[in-house]
């Protein structure tokens, strides 16, 4: 008898989370969230065969190894060049100098905040990084040539400076642009650990800096990973910074700090601007190097992802 009440009343709660009758303004919600779903999946798919559509034109005219080997990049010569690798070691160049910037002065300004901050500091910092996020990376390019750029260059009498370009200023001021986005994604990460673990830390004798490092940064170690793949990839797709600052670049494989080099966006933000004649292979050059970032890109991003999901922590 009492397990059928029990019985009754179970099977009344599972009724009860049920709607009671069709809801038609929920059905909409419902409809308007695939479709704002849909509409993200449509546009990615869009912009992948937007960059893909053209490559049989391209490479019915350069053999696939020639373009991904070349050490010289020409496409508007008379005798024209299609190595991409100037572009591709000049887009590596900034992404490295901007992580030498932007992991440190990043990880450092999120430890700050997590673990040493207090409220009020912390209101007043994290909305100043938050700004500085959000600057319009053309003045961020202009401060680095009438600033940053001269005075890298008094600084450095022992470098030689041969050109008013440089690659390596370009990737250290796209390293200041990147401290945001690494610092609030890694500060959000570290807050999400369980203050039990610090006060477990705390509790055998350890000091605040060794709670940091020992144990809150192994903690959020996915997510302060995700953060440094959203700085490189900022990094990557940097177009104005480089620029300015990096300048049209040499048609040859030049690394180093002080060299002027192009980078895959500098090329197609400098080509792209509608004097080419569609159909030429010049117009489907940028459509390949597009791709190309793209898919590099593609393949930091999954292997991070894979990087996260094997080093992520759960906590109950």
């Not at 049989?56 to 508007?76: H, I, K």
């Not at 100098?97 to 932007?102: D, I, N, R």
């Not at 007043?124 to 990084?129: Q, S, Y």
């Not at 350890?206 to 700085?231: H, Q």
Request: hydrophobic fraction near 55%; glycine fraction near 10%.
């Amino acid at each position: 008898m009492s397990s059928s009440i029990q019985g009754a009343r179970s099977g009344s709660t599972a009724n009860s989370l049920r709607a009671p009758s069709f809801r038609l303004g929920e059905r909409i919600v419902i409809g308007l969230l695939f479709g704002a779903a849909a509409i993200s999946v449509g546009v990615t798919i869009a912009i992948v065969i937007s960059l893909f559509a053209p490559l049989p034109g391209f490479f019915e005219y350069v053999n696939p190894w020639d373009f991904l080997t070349g050490t010289l990049w020409a496409p508007s010569f008379a005798d024209a060049s299609f190595g991409v690798l100037p572009l591709v070691a000049g887009t590596l160049q900034v992404v490295f100098y901007a992580m030498l910037v932007g992991i440190p002065l990043g990880l450092g300004a999120a430890i700050y905040l997590s673990e040493y901050a207090g409220n009020g500091v912390r209101k007043i910092v994290k909305p100043i990084l938050e700004v500085l996020e959000g600057l319009p990376t053309v003045a961020t390019g202009l401060f680095a040539v009438f600033w940053l750029k001269p005075w890298i260059q008094e600084s450095t009498p022992f470098l030689e400076w041969t050109s008013p370009f440089s690659i390596g200023v370009a990737g250290l001021t796209v390293g200041i642009i990147t401290i945001p986005l690494i610092a609030s994604v890694s500060d959000d990460a570290m807050r999400a650990v369980p203050m039990a673990l610090r006060e477990g830390a705390y509790a055998l004798g350890a000091t605040k800096m060794r709670v940091a490092l020992k144990v809150v940064l192994p903690a959020a170690i996915s997510g302060i990973v995700a953060s440094f793949v959203l700085g490189a990839s900022r990094a990557i797709g940097e177009t104005m910074v480089v620029l300015l600052v990096a300048g049209g670049g040499s048609p040859q494989l030049k690394i180093g700090f002080t060299e002027p080099a192009g980078a895959m966006t500098a090329f197609i933000a400098s080509r792209a601007t509608g004097e080419i004649a569609t159909g030429t292979i010049d117009y489907y050059s940028i459509f390949a190097v597009g791709a190309l970032l793209f898919l590099m890109t593609l393949i930091m991003n999954m292997i991070a992802i894979r990087f996260v999901n094997k080093f992520r922590e759960v906590y109950d």
